[in-house]
Each structure stands twice: as C-alpha cells, then as structure tokens.
C-alpha cells in the first residue's frame, strides 16, 4: 500500500510563505514524477508544480517566481515553497507522484490534500 503524507498546509496573510512537504511510502519503486497541485471552491484542480527524477521542472503560469518546487529522491519527499502568497492561492493542495508498484506497473498516487488559506 502506498502512502502520501502532505504537511504545511495553513493560514497565512496576504504576501506570507508556507512550505509544503509530501513524503510517498510504502510499495512505490522508481519514482518519476512528483508534483503538487492545487483546488480551489467551485474550480478544477489544477497542476502548480512537477518535478522529475532527475531535477525537470514545470510551473503554473500562475505561481512562476513566487512558488519553488523541490525533492530529497533518498527521502521520496517533494516540497513547495510558496511565497508572496495572494488569496487567489487559497485552496486545498494535493501531492501527486508516478511510481511503479510491486508489480512494476505505472501508477500515479494521490495524496489526500492540505488546505492553504490566505486572509487578512
């Protein structure tokens, strides 16, 4: 059975920071690709960050040089450092990662979600 714990989640003020962790455990081998992505009230979840194996990283529009996006492979653990947080950030973040099972097949994991509020 495979694991993904978020953690960091939280309210912060318009212009703050978070740090958002994901550690995957369990059966999960060869992990490709890590990546947060984010819902907001009445919208559709949509990607803010991935990061490959081997360092390949892509942004939401949205988030480019406010939002970094990092890994520890040893740790199966992604990061997402969030700053100059606007309320429009205000959702609820989900990890997500693609890994091979006991049985070598792909398979994409979910975490179940940390929720970031930003309010004065």
């Known amino acids: 059975q495979v694991q993904l714990v978020e953690s960091g989640g939280g309210l912060v003020q318009p212009g703050g920071s978070l740090r958002l962790s994901c550690a995957a455990s369990g059966s999960i081998f060869n992990i490709n690709v890590m990546g947060w992505y984010r819902q907001a009230p009445g919208k559709e979840r949509e990607l803010v960050a991935s990061?490959?194996?081997?360092?390949?990283?892509n942004y939401a529009d949205s988030v480019k040089g406010r939002f970094t996006i990092s890994r520890d492979n040893a740790k199966n653990t992604v990061y997402l450092q969030m700053n100059g947080l606007k309320p429009e950030d205000t959702a609820v973040y989900y990890c997500n990662c693609n890994g091979q099972d006991r049985s070598y097949a792909w398979r994409y994991y979910w975490g179940k979600g940390t929720l970031v509020t930003v309010s004065s």
């Open positions: 990061i490959t194996s081997i360092g390949g990283i």
